[in-house]
């Protein structure tokens, strides 16, 4: 918990906030969500995939989206990789969200 705590402060370096948790843990997030939802639509549950597939995933991805978006705010290298960390993190995370 404390990890999550220092990712959503932004106090994580960008390299790790965008790589170890946008990028691997979204993936692994999204991709264990949707599998759940899918198999829950298929037992014919409703209301149950509805909440496995967005209750996971979505509060880890605006967690994910914070804490990218305040470690790039103290980033001291090139601002564009700032930038770009801040647009394909957030871009992502509402693809992965809405889909």
């Known amino acids: 918990m404390k990890h999550v705590f220092r990712l ?4 994580l ?8 948790w946008a990028v691997l843990g979204g ?15 298929i ?14 995933s979505v509060p880890y ?3 994910v989206s914070v804490g990218v978006w305040r470690s790039a705010g103290r980033y ?5 990789w700032a930038d770009l960390a801040r647009i ?5 995370m509402i693809l992965l969200s809405v889909t």
């Open 61 to 63: 991805n605006v967690i």
């Open 8 to 11: 959503w402060q932004g106090e």
């Open 27 to 41: 993936l692994i997030v999204n991709i264990v969500s949707s599998v759940l939802f899918l198999f829950l639509i």
């Open 76 to 80: 001291t290298g090139e601002r564009r």
């Open 43 to 56: 037992a014919d549950r409703p209301v149950s995939a509805f909440i496995a597939g967005y209750a996971l």
């Open 13 to 20: 370096a960008l390299e790790e906030a965008f790589w170890n």
């Open 88 to 92: 394909v993190t957030v871009t992502g």
